[in-house]
């Protein structure tokens, strides 16, 4: 069974309430928070299907330019279209509309790559699991740690926020007054503190009080990379020191509204230290979703968290079938009809 029809069958075809509440919750907030992508990216890709009645190369260069415009990246989308016109002329196809399907496919095929990625936050057996975040200014990291520590609370965990962006003002008061309003724990310094002596004592401060979970901010002056990578360096140092290893997750949080920018982020921290993976922030806020693919593509790492929305219900898992199908539910009712 190709992806296109397990989507289908999982989604489409039967009645929505066989899915889970959970599920159902979750495919909802994917939906919605899609709605801009869909309406421009499925959209354009359904109109080019009814356009055409034979596959051509005029709806070839439409195709990649819909793809591109759609920020899955041109490297990205070269070597997509390569596969389609290979499998357009090995299997004989004329029909756009018989395309749809293959389409689907070889779009999630770009993102597994033969592997499904985890997109579980990993956590140690010993407390407390520490999570550190990296990214530039205004991309939502601190938004971000709160809804995370929220859904840590959530599951009956003691969390612990800790301001280890010292040089931006404000930054340390904004991550207080995110753990003053989730009711979670908080430890930071004035602003101008050594990050790493933050990191240490709050650290401390975790193990001495019974800490689950460790959230911790940090600086992100790509402009002056250097800098920041011997403080990345030295706050995991640090780490390793108070707690016998590296942090279990070093998620980096990219705004999906810049585009291609997001992805030059991604590789450029990329560079200067060990990530684990990505959280795309602001993805309801932007008509082109495909930078998931693009991310995965240009700097392999997985997207475990996307941002579909203002509330901490809308930081949702990734998922790379409601993230699929949510993009190309026009696709697919159309062709369920």
Do not use: C, H
């Not at 979670?184 to 503190?193: A, I, L, N, R």
């Not at 990219?254 to 993805?283: C, H, M, P, R």
Request: aromatic content about 8%.
């Amino acid at each position: 069974m190709s992806f296109f029809s397990k989507l289908k069958d999982k989604f489409v075809k039967k009645e929505t309430k066989e899915i889970k509440t959970e599920e159902k919750e979750s495919l909802e907030v994917y939906d919605k928070g899609l709605t801009k992508s869909r309406n421009t990216f499925s959209s354009r890709l359904l109109d080019l299907t009814k356009r055409y009645n034979k596959i051509n190369e005029e709806y070839f260069e439409e195709l990649e330019e819909i793809l591109i415009n759609a920020d899955i990246g041109v490297n990205t989308v070269m070597n997509f279209m390569e596969k389609l016109r290979k499998r357009v002329k090995d299997e004989k196809i004329t029909d756009p509309s018989l395309l749809k399907e293959i389409i689907v496919d070889e779009l999630f095929i770009i993102y597994v790559n033969g592997e499904f990625l985890s997109t579980n936050l990993k956590r140690s057996n010993d407390k407390p699991t520490v999570y550190l975040f990296v990214g530039v200014n205004g991309v939502g990291k601190t938004t971000t740690i709160a809804k995370l520590a929220l859904k840590e609370k959530e599951q009956n965990r003691k969390v612990l926020l800790v301001a280890g962006d010292t040089f931006r003002a404000g930054a340390v008061s904004q991550l207080k007054e995110w753990a003053e309003r989730i009711n979670v724990d908080f430890y930071g310094k004035k602003e101008g503190v050594d990050p790493a002596s933050v990191v240490y004592e709050g650290l401390e401060y975790a193990l001495n009080n019974d800490i689950d979970t460790v959230l911790i901010d940090t600086a992100g002056r790509l402009q002056n990379k250097t800098n920041l990578m011997m403080e990345l360096e030295k706050i995991n140092r640090v780490i390793k020191k108070v707690i016998n290893r590296s942090p279990d997750e070093t998620l980096l949080v990219i705004d999906a509204t810049t585009g291609q920018n997001g992805i030059s982020q991604a590789k450029a921290f990329k560079e200067i230290t060990d990530l684990t993976g990505i959280v795309l922030t602001k993805l309801d806020g932007t008509a082109k979703g495909g930078i998931v693919l693009a991310i995965k593509e240009e700097v392999n790492l997985p997207v475990k968290y996307i941002g579909l929305g203002e509330t901490a219900k809308d930081l949702q898992e990734f998922d790379i079938e409601k993230y699929i199908y949510s993009l190309f539910k026009d696709f697919m009712e159309e062709s369920n009809e």
